[in-house]
């Protein structure tokens, strides 16, 4: 992915006018390397949440059809040199992402904490710090009528969360190496590490539409 395309700010076209904390953030989300069910490409990004911004969007296909996508979302990473009250700090990452789940997974009472514990924990294992996160998790449903109604039922899942990396210079890619993990959880994919005893999984399901 291009490190440039998904940048904005008052720094202007060229990069080495972006501050160098955003330069560098912006380098390790551009090399990170994620898992194979994982397609990233860059977005152009929001301008007024933030002098400096980089967005991108995340597409994870099943590892037996790359054509079927089972979630996908987008990772937005913010930064203000004079930094933001709401934030405590001068970076702020803000994502959504969808799933669609099976009507039995669903209807689990304890989804959104569970959802919401998978995005604490990967950002915990992969050494993430971060402050201040808030987020909401929702599930939906579908039903179609008329000429959609040959459609099954769906039910989706959608999380949007933000959060603020810690330090001057924040880890980037572990901050969307465990936004990515998220979305592989949500997927239904099994931890890249093999660990399945400590995870708790949501069966495989069709991709959002």
Known sequence: MDGTEGTSGSGGGGGDSFPVPFRLAVTALSEFQPRPQIRISPLPPPRRLAPYAFALEAAVTAPEDAGQELADGRFVLLHDPEGQDSWKGTFRVVTLGRAELEPEIAGDPLLPEVTWSWLTGALES?????????????????????????????????????????????????????WCELLCQCAGLPPETGDQGSVVQLPQRRGPH
């Open 126 to 178: 992969r050494g993430a710090g971060y402050t201040e996160p808030s987020g909401t998790v929702t599930r939906s449903s579908s039903a179609f009528f008329g000429g959609l109604a040959n459609r099954q039922p769906e039910e989706l899942l959608e999380f949007r969360a933000s959060w603020s990396p810690e330090g001057e210079t924040p880890d980037a890619a572990a901050h969307l190496a465990a």
